[in-house]
């Protein structure tokens, strides 16, 4: 088992920028795959970015692509996803997730362990 704890969501402005981190334990979070989502009302949940186990490879969904990176760092059982360039239609709550496999995935379907969501509000 591997539980998932996001934080670092909050209210922004336009343009601005926020950091959120994923805070994992329980199984060696390096055996896993990371992978960020996000869910707006009244949408469904969409792909965000993922990060293989090493760190070494990286795929960005093409809304966040340039503006966003992700980032982990397995000695503090942490992931992060850096967000610059905030706009208004990043607004969501934002999960982190998990997936027993070393290779990333943008399927949600794929993962196995999700965190309990962190809010992001970006103002015009």
């Known amino acids: 088992q591997v539980q998932l704890v996001e934080s670092g969501g909050g209210l922004v402005q336009a343009g601005g920028s926020l950091r959120l981190s994923c805070a994992a334990s329980g199984r060696t979070f390096s055996g896993y795959a990371m992978g960020w989502f996000r869910q707006a009302p009244g949408k469904e949940r969409e792909f965000v970015a993922t990060?293989?186990?090493?760190?070494?490879?990286?795929y960005y969904a093409d809304s966040v692509k340039g503006r966003f990176t992700i980032s982990r760092d397995n000695a503090k059982n942490t992931g992060f996803l850096q967000m610059n360039t905030l706009k208004p239609e990043d607004s969501a709550v934002y999960y982190c997730?998990?997936?027993?496999?070393?290779?990333?995935?943008?399927?949600?379907?794929?993962?196995?362990?999700w965190g309990q969501g962190t809010q992001v509000t970006v103002s015009s």
């Open positions: 990060i293989s186990w090493t760190g070494g490879s990286t």
């Open positions: 997730a998990a997936r027993s496999g070393r290779t990333y995935s943008a399927n949600s379907d794929e993962y196995d362990y």
